[in-house]
Nanobody
């Protein structure tokens, strides 16, 4: 089970932190990722992180503004987003990989998504 939270309405330039709480599997054994889907567009990778948090990669156009992290003790993965713009408006989804490395993301397990709207 993957449950996202932290979305909402923010103004351009503001920051937001998303959380994905997990249950039902050995969290520390899996890579995790964040994806997003804007209205009328396909789902795209935002960032992914390996099982330990020692390795992460990002969509090129989001590097420097977004940061993925995880807390294995809390079984939670986070997405810190900064300098948000209206182009970041989307539903953000958490995903569990199929194994411990980042290349295993995406897997078949998805959260329900959390809406992020950036507007003045």
């Amino acid at each position: 089970q993957l449950v996202e939270s932290g979305g909402g309405l923010v103004q351009p330039g503001e920051s937001l932190r998303l959380s994905c709480a997990t249950a039902g599997f050995t969290f520390s054994g899996y890579a995790m990722g964040w994806f997003r889907q804007a209205p009328g567009k396909g789902r795209e990778l935002v960032a992914r992180i390996n099982w330990s948090g020692s390795s992460a990669d990002y969509a090129d156009h989001l590097k420097g503004r977004f940061a993925i992290s995880r807390n294995n003790a809390e079984k939670t993965v986070f997405l810190q987003m900064s300098s948000l713009s209206p182009e970041d408006t989307a539903v953000y989804y958490c995903n569990r990989g199929t194994s411990s490395g980042t290349a295993s993301v995406p897997g078949d397990n998805w959260g329900q998504g959390t809406q992020v709207t950036v507007s003045s």
